[in-house]
């Protein structure tokens, strides 16, 4: 994030603060608004949808960078309380699993990183078979780039630079809700395995089972106050929902002649529909996987030895099991459930909005 202008250091603040308003001034805010302005100015339909679908794409991205500025003290507490819950695990089995899960996470990013990658480099591919000048996404610029070369490599050099950067917030956008509910999975599994393992200790008595049940409960709070700040990033999840709604038919602009019709742009259209699809899906994996870990928190709670605890370590057991028995469920925007079946439903109105436009178009 510091890379996007997001997370000022501690020294040279003034100065990141100049290249934090020049980089969004100059790529997050007049990016998509150049792409507007030169929507007003196309004269066929083709291009005019083609065009607003890529407009709405940037602002979205913006948009979810702009959130992502706005909550960025909650990010900072996340990791705080992520560091703390670090601290209490103490079983070596229970480290091993937590190392899997960041291991996970890591080639979860990398994959993502990869696939993003691959669209820069499909986005520039066709300019090098492109028979006359073009840009890489139609866009209005107060200088006539047709007449002159310098000012034609300035400008295609600013789309360059420019997708770059959005992918590159995209990636950080669409991967981070689904790595920070994956790590949440695992540390419920870890306390589920803490809660377990209280009562069958033969040299700890009752009143460090009971600390220990409380310890428990703390660390539950812990990752309920990680899912509640998680909840608000789940609006980026509705976006990308959007997103897909509104920018695959974008796929009408390498049939409507905005691009060179060859095999690398037929592969690009394939690529950049299963990189948009499986983004999402992850995404909305990784909450129905969190929303289940929790349906076997209270099932812990009973396999713990209670039966030979006394009635002070019962009563807080039976309070802890009440509050754990709801599933931590993700909703977007308050309303809208993110788990695959509501997936399923945004790629059906999906396609249905893009017959509509192939029909228009």
């Known amino acids: 994030m510091r890379i996007l202008g997001l997370d000022p ?36 339909k083709k291009e005019v949808v083609s065009n607003l679908t890529l407009t709405i794409s940037m602002v979205v991205c913006g948009m979810k960078t702009f959130n992502n500025y706005l909550k960025r003290k909650e990010l900072w ?20 699993y937590l190392e899997y899960m960041e291991k996970v996470s ?37 200088w006539d780039w047709k007449k002159s070369s310098r000012t034609y490599v300035a400008i295609h050099s600013y789309q360059l ?7 590159y917030q995209n990636l950080l956008n669409d991967t ?42 703390k660390s539950h709070k812990i990752c309920s106050m990680c899912r509640l700040l998680v909840y608000r990033y789940a609006f980026l999840c509705q976006l990308n929902g959007c997103g897909e709604l509104t920018n695959r038919p974008h796929t009408q602009i ?19 529909l299963l990189y948009a699809k499986s983004k999402v899906t992850n ?42 028995q709801k599933p931590w469920t993700i909703f977007a925007g308050g309303v809208i459930g993110v788990t695959l079946s509501t997936w399923m439903t945004v790629l059906k109105s999906a396609y249905s909005l893009f017959a509509v436009l192939n029909r228009v178009a």
């Not at 049939?255 to 950049?272: D, P, V």
Request: with cysteine; glycine share 4%; net charge neutral.
């Open 283 to 324: 995404s909305m994996q990784k909450s129905n996987e969190m929303a289940d870990e929790t349906y076997h928190f209270t099932t812990a709670l009973y396999q713990c030895n209670w039966m030979d605890q006394n009635l002070k370590f019962r009563k807080v057991l039976i309070i802890f099991m009440q509050h754990s």
């Open 161 to 167: 630079i420019g997708i770059i950067i959005q992918i």
């Open 254 to 272: 390498m049939r409507h002649g905005q691009l060179i019709n060859c095999g690398i742009f037929r592969l690009s259209k394939a690529k950049t």
């Open 106 to 142: 890591f080639r979860y990013f990398v994959l993502y990183a990869s696939m993003y990658g691959l669209v820069i480099a499909t986005c520039e591919f066709p300019m090098l078979f492109a028979t006359e000048s073009r840009l890489l996404y139609p866009a209005w610029f107060p």
């Open 77 to 96: 507490k996340i990791r705080e309380y992520l560091v703390q819950l670090d601290s209490e695990v103490k079983f070596e089995v229970d480290k091993e």
């Open 176 to 217: 981070l809700p689904g790595i920070l509910m994956w790590l949440l999975k695992g540390y419920l599994h870890v306390q589920e395995a803490r809660i377990e393992r209280i009562g069958y200790d033969e040299n700890a008595s009752d009143e460090e089972n009971y600390n220990e049940l409380v310890a428990c409960v």
């Open 9 to 44: 250091p501690e020294k040279y603040r003034v100065l990141y603060q100049v290249y934090s308003i020049c980089l969004n001034t100059t790529i997050t805010f007049y990016y998509p608004l150049s792409m507007f302005i030169n929507m007003f100015l196309l004269d066929k």
